[in-house]
């Protein structure tokens, strides 16, 4: 079982930032690297949705909603992965989740709550 715990959600205003931060705390590295790791969310009501995705070599996808406003990293020797959000949108209000995809098999942390709102 993966252990995945994340950090960093909250409430902040429209157009607003804030920063999510996932670490694998019992995964040594070499193991961590062999992961894909990214961020869904899951708004009420909706299916989960990706938001980002860091491949084990680097590789960055996006959702088209937020591209250019958010920016995902990985460190390896952290055994972390990082969303920097930016320009905040009331409709990016969701539980955001950090996930770990190797070869399919997919693991999710706890998720934190993300509401962007006045």
């Known amino acids: 079982q993966v252990l995945l715990v994340e950090s960093g959600g909250g409430l902040v205003q429209p157009g607003g930032s804030l920063r999510l931060s996932c670490r694998a705390p019992?995964?040594?590295?070499?193991?961590?690297?062999?992961?894909?790791m990214g961020w869904y969310r899951q708004a009420p009501g909706k299916q989960r949705e990706l938001v980002a995705r860091?491949?084990?070599?680097?590789?960055?996808e996006y959702a088209d909603s937020v591209k250019g406003r958010f920016a995902i990293s990985r460190d390896n020797s952290r055994k972390t992965v990082t969303l920097q959000m930016n320009s905040l949108k009331p409709e990016d209000t969701s539980i955001y989740y950090c996930s770990a995809d190797q070869d399919g098999s997919l693991y999710w942390g706890q998720g934190t709550q993300v509401t962007v709102g006045s």
């Open positions: 860091v491949t084990t070599g680097g590789s960055k």
């Open positions: 019992r995964m040594i590295f070499s193991v961590f690297t062999t992961y894909t």
